[in-house]
């Protein structure tokens, strides 16, 4: 076998074997998601939102009820290529803990699972500016950054989220009676 031939065929089993692996990636990402089995995470989705908001003196995200928030979510409210992203990055997740500390996620210290939500955040962060925009409309939402927007969105929007953990006004402003002239038109805006 001469050079060029050798060449042109290392060069032809290269091209080959970034084909098929763009292939399988584009596959990953654009299959239809097992979205059945977020269910089964509720356990493992509540100790992640209680890591990213714990509780102190005020609720945390267990307590209000994010797990299952974030499986509603997850299966009503996402796109297929973030889908994928979230259920492979919770098995992702669960691979990690298990290899680096010898037991579930959910059995963890609360550093080891702030240790390990702090790799999949770094893991997880998008390029800055433009590239960004591409990357998150090419090939959707990491894991973590699903993870906590439906986190903090949900927190915030419970009840104990919102009435003891935020300030909460019910009732903001006070209330006025004015009564309109004959003829005058009534408001559009406040």
Known sequence: MNRRT?????????????AAYTGVKTFQLYKSPDIGRLDAWKEVLDELAETIIPRTDTPGAKEAGVGAFVIR?????????????????LDDLMNFSASQYGRPFIECTTAEKADILHRFQKKGKPYPGIMGKVERKLVGDSFFTTLKKYTVLGYCTSRPGATEGLAYDYIPGKYEITPLKQGQKAWATQ
Request: hydrophobic letters at 40%; a positive charge; glycine letters at 14%.
């Open 73 to 89: 979510m997850v299966k009503d409210c996402t796109n297929r290529k973030s889908q994928n992203k979230f259920l492979t990055g």
């Open 6 to 18: 050798a060449i042109s065929r290392f060069f032809l089993l290269g091209g080959a074997g970034a």
